[in-house]
């Protein structure tokens, strides 16, 4: 089995920043694509960026020039820097990864992070 587990989230004024962090453990043989996730209340879950285990990047326009996403491959681990966040911005966060295992190929999600943004 596989667990992610998210870290980071948040009370924050607008204008902050915040930085998410999502591990990855268990039978790990390779953590492929690592993708952010976002679902504000009442709203559906909507990608928020993306990251290929190579660093290729595509983030969500509405959070472009704002959001960094990273990654270490070494600790199976991805980050989501989050500058001059907004009430918008308020939403549970969630990552998921596609990791290859002994015998599986599989993707898995994380319980999410809340990040809420007022003043």
């Known amino acids: 089995q596989v667990q992610l587990v998210e870290s980071g989230g948040g009370l924050v004024q607008p204008g902050a920043s915040l930085r998410l962090s999502c591990a990855a453990s268990?039978?790990?043989?390779?953590?492929?694509?690592m993708t952010w996730s976002r679902q504000a209340p009442g709203k559906q879950r909507e990608f928020v960026a993306t990251i290929t285990r190579s660093g290729r990047t595509s983030y969500v326009a509405s959070v472009k020039g704002r959001f960094t996403i990273s990654r270490d491959n070494a600790k199976n681990t991805v980050y989501l820097q989050m500058n001059s966040l907004s009430p918008e911005d308020t939403a549970v966060y969630y990552c998921n990864a596609d990791v290859n295992s002994d015998s599986l190929y599989k993707n898995y999600w994380g319980q999410g992070t809340q990040v809420t943004v007022s003043s």
């Open positions: 268990g039978d790990i043989v390779r953590v492929n694509a």
